[in-house]
């Protein structure tokens, strides 16, 4: 069975690695990794952590192209890429253009789409925005649905999709994760300079990552302001924030901290420094979807500085944390976490509802049982 994995993003990458790993190990399947660019340079450092190379690179990454310029990019390369692969399924991840577009490209073709981390919803189509059009979209086009969670699937029953076509796998991302992590506990990974002496200077950590589009009005000026105040009141904490390459995310940070001496701006960190730097960390604040599936597996609390999430099950098991958006209530929450830290590396223990490492084995099971039953020809 031919199957074809299309990747455009860093997030994308880590969580269809176990994937492709997985795939390639088994003789029934032929794996074809397909690199659209989309996120060039984080891409590739993922890729890299778990030494995939791409049979295919599609570099549709152009300086401040419009979305609609990008799925243009997209719909060309990735037709051409079918064209020659002529694969027998293709499996997409999660909520990217690179993922609807693949799937789009796909059912044109007649070639069935399995989407992996299927029906997370917001229910607001402007947060994530596009993201969230992304996944009603693939939720369409596909023909099997591979569902992180019951309330994931769930979603998907609600809207109609008949429930044979659904498995509940847990997250892919977490088999990535959770090899990841216990390779950094053996052999703890090279840090740059800068942050291992960091880390080594302060007591506590916080670790921050924000990235989202809509973050850039308000949330993301209201959360520099807190975490400036924040490292003021603390000095004995050293606050992490791993930047995202978009300029004007990167501005807004530049702007509002670069002066506190307890806060590091770091360039995005590979996967297994990142993960090593989770480990450690006593608190995570982010508007990322991955780091809300990793904290509750690391034991690491979490504030999510968004409105709303897709990722409820968080919320549920008390790992995570809506953040409000004002500073003075950003503060108040943060201190109240520091207030009563763990030492450092030490973990709390919480149910991970995301996954228990083995979605990717679940997923191939899957296509298994597809290609025995045989599809008719497109
Ligand atoms: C709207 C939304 O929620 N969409 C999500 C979105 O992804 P995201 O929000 O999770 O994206 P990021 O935060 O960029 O990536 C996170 C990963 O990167 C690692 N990391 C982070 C910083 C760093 O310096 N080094 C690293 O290695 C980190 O541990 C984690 O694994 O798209 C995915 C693809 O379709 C979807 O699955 C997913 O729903």
Known sequence: MQVALFAGTRPEAIKL??????????AVFDATLIASGQHDSLLYQALN???LTPDFDLKVMRPRQS???????LFAGIDGVLEEVRPDWVLV???????QVA????FYRGIPVGHVEAGLRSHDLSAPFPEELNRRILTLLAELHFAPTRQAAANLRAEGVPPERIRVTGNSGIDALLQVAAAVRCSPPALPAGLSTFLERYPGLVLITSHRREALGQRLPAL???????????????????LHPNPAVRQTIHDRLKGAGNVLLSEPLSYRPFVYVMQHAQLLITDSGGLQEEAPSLGVPLLVTRAVTERPEGLATGCAELLPLEPEDIVFRVRQHLAAPLPR????AFPNPYGDGRASLRILAALRQES???RPAA
């Open 17 to 26: 690695a176990p994937l492709v790993q997985a795939l390639r190990k088994d």
């Open 49 to 51: 952590d778990f030494s």
């Open 67 to 73: 979305l609609a310029e990008l799925s243009a990019r």
């Open 93 to 99: 991840q999660g909520d990217t253009a690179t993922a």
């Open 103 to 106: 799937a789009h490209c796909a």
């Open 224 to 242: 520099c302001l807190a975490l400036d105040r924040l490292a003021r009141q603390h000095p004995q904490v050293g606050f992490v924030f791993c």
């Open 345 to 348: 590396g030490e973990q709390r």
């Open 372 to 374: 025995s039953r045989g």
